[in-house]
């Protein structure tokens, strides 16, 4: 393999020996063969060197749609690995919301197979339930064995608390995860957007902050009474807050993650009905986005996902109320973040995915795998459609204020960067 040397890079990794330094990195083969400062290039040696350029642990998304198999026209898995590399992540978690949906463990190394020889890895999440029906699991011990880290149906909650249960009991017995997205439906109804000020204004049905959290109170008592591993994603009420808060303190093994969009964007910005703010779960008030703001510093959100969803124009660019939930995340992931967080909380939480499903993480140091994201701190500039690298463009960021940049990632031996930033 070519060697890589990266100069003057600041390293931002905590568990580094050089955490804060600026120095260059030179690789080969996949790994970390030198680091120090005034390295010197041999004639068959790639350099990067770019201003303002930082390096970190690879960046770990934990909630990706790619469409493949049978939404090509939204994403394919090439495209959407190349959009992820060239926005920093070193790995995602890909969603079993394909059409077939990902219940069986030819589907998961399908997915496998698509994502060879790609900068960034791909670890698939298992469908829980068949056909994500939320009736009968899947083959959750056959697909484990394929290669899915973790089983859960997509924006879909586990209506029926006996299933949720007998998952969280099985999957033990191979030491897996559940992830339960979390809604009573009975209680959203026909709600579409957070149930509030902003819903009254503009006569939308309202999905009140309760609908979330009675599921996330069951769900932890269900994880209390089996015992087990849950991953509840993108969380976004204040009581789920409180809930995952006093369940931690009991000892349970609990994690759970925030989408982008709801830290960034509260529901005001509905006032136009721009169905590209049609997520789910919905855009809170301003009260909740700074709470979900202070659960990601105080630690309670262990993790922050782009929950990166793209979708075909014909399903977004609807009346508000028949418009599908969803946003593309991933170019805009970072440079959002790095407007409103400090630096090593954003690192911290792109990050700390993989503990959370269990994957290896490595640190910037002589002889370990080189597994980096490389991105920039200072630039200030707007997001626009010429930035989104996805197939499709249904971005809730288009027009957002950025600071820093992504520039690529060294990863599986290779670098994929954006050099024309």
């Not at 890909?94 to 496998?112: C, T």
């Not at 996330?216 to 204040?238: D, F």
């Not at 992504?406 to 994929?416: A, R």
Request: glycine share 8%; proline share 3%.
């Amino acid at each position: 393999m070519t060697t890589v040397l990266i100069k003057n890079v600041t390293i931002i990794d905590p568990e580094s020996p050089f955490h804060n330094q600026k120095v260059d990195l030179k690789i080969q083969d996949g790994k970390f063969i030198e680091i120090g400062n005034n390295l010197s290039k041999d004639n068959d040696t790639t350099e990067i060197n770019i201003p303002d350029l930082h390096a970190s642990q690879g960046w770990f998304d934990t909630s990706v749609s790619f469409g493949e198999p049978g939404y090509e026209d939204r994403e394919t898995i090439a495209n959407g690995l190349k959009t992820a590399a060239l926005s920093g992540f070193t790995g995602v978690a890909l969603q079993p919301n394909s059409h077939p949906v990902i219940d069986n463990q030819a589907l998961v190394k399908f997915v496998l197979d698509k994502a060879q020889d790609q900068a960034t890895s791909l670890y698939p999440i298992g469908s829980l339930t068949i056909n994500s029906e939320g009736t009968d699991l899947a083959e959750l011990y056959d697909m484990k064995n394929a290669g899915a880290i973790a089983f859960g149906d997509y924006q879909k909650a586990i209506q029926n608390a006996n299933v949720q249960k007998i998952a969280l009991q099985y999957v033990q017995d191979f030491d897996s995860l559940v992830i339960s997205f979390c809604q009573d439906n009975s209680v959203k109804g026909k709600g579409i957007v957070h149930e509030g000020v902003t819903s009254t204004k503009l006569g939308l049905k309202g999905i009140p902050a309760l609908a979330e959290a009675l599921h996330v109170a069951r769900n932890l008592y269900l994880l209390e009474y089996t015992g087990g591993k849950m991953h509840i994603p993108t969380i976004s009420t204040q009581e789920s807050v409180q809930l995952i808060k006093e369940a931690k303190a009991k000892g349970l093994n609990i994690s759970c993650s925030v989408a982008v969009h709801n830290l960034i964007h509260n529901d005001t910005v509905l006032d136009n009905f721009d169905s590209r703010y049609k997520v789910l779960p919905p855009l809170r008030d301003e009260a909740t986005r700074k709470v979900l703001i202070e659960a990601v510093l105080d630690g309670t959100i262990d993790c922050i996902t782009s929950d990166h969803n793209p979708l075909d124009i014909e399903h977004k660019k609807l009346e508000f109320d028949l418009a599908k939930d969803g946003t593309i995340g991933l170019e805009s992931a970072f440079g959002a973040l790095l407007s409103i967080l400090p630096l090593e909380v954003v690192i911290s939480k792109l990050t700390a995915g993989k503990k959370v499903f269990g994957l290896s993480q490595h640190t910037i140091n002589t002889d370990n795998k080189a597994e980096i994201s490389l991105f920039t701190t200072v630039e200030n500039w707007n997001f626009e459609k010429e930035n989104i690298l996805s197939k499709s463009k249904n971005s809730a960021f288009l027009g957002q204020k950025m600071k820093g940049r992504s520039i690529g990632i060294y990863n599986n031996g290779k670098p994929e960067i954006n050099f024309s930033i």
